[in-house]
């Protein structure tokens, strides 16, 4: 049983910047990919980043591309979520999932408990 932990959601200023943590156990973390996902209130949960296994394919939300970026570290079992000039329609529920798809929301296999991400406007 893989567990996922997100860590270091809060409020962020429109243009600022802030690193969210996706901290995994239970499984050999270096054998899947990870995604991030998000979901606003009153909208669908959506996909936002994912990484390979590896770490050497990423693949992004139009909507986010050029201001976020994923990474991770095998050896800590963590993935990053960097959110640069984050802006109010970022404001969500951020989860970390392992996943079978650098896209799809239908092969996430196990989702973490969720970080809220706000940003006044």
């Known amino acids: 049983q893989v567990q996922l932990v997100e860590s270091g959601g809060g409020l962020v200023q429109a243009g600022g910047s802030l690193r969210l943590s996706c901290a995994a156990s239970?499984?050999?973390?270096?054998?899947?990919?990870i995604g991030w996902f998000r979901q606003a209130p009153g909208k669908e949960r959506e996909f936002v980043a994912a990484?390979?296994?590896?770490?050497?394919?990423?693949n992004y939300a139009d909507s986010v591309k050029g201001r976020f970026t994923i990474s991770r570290d095998n050896a800590k079992n963590t993935v990053y979520l960097q959110m640069n000039s984050p802006k109010t329609e970022d404001m969500a529920v951020y989860y970390c999932?392992?996943?079978?798809?650098?896209?799809?929301?239908?092969?996430?296999?196990?989702w973490g408990q969720g970080t809220q991400v706000t940003v006044p406007s």
């Open positions: 990484i390979s296994e590896s770490g050497g394919v990423t």
């Open positions: 239970g499984r050999t973390f270096s054998n899947y990919a």
């Open positions: 999932a392992e996943t079978r798809s650098l896209r799809s929301i239908r092969a996430v296999d196990y």
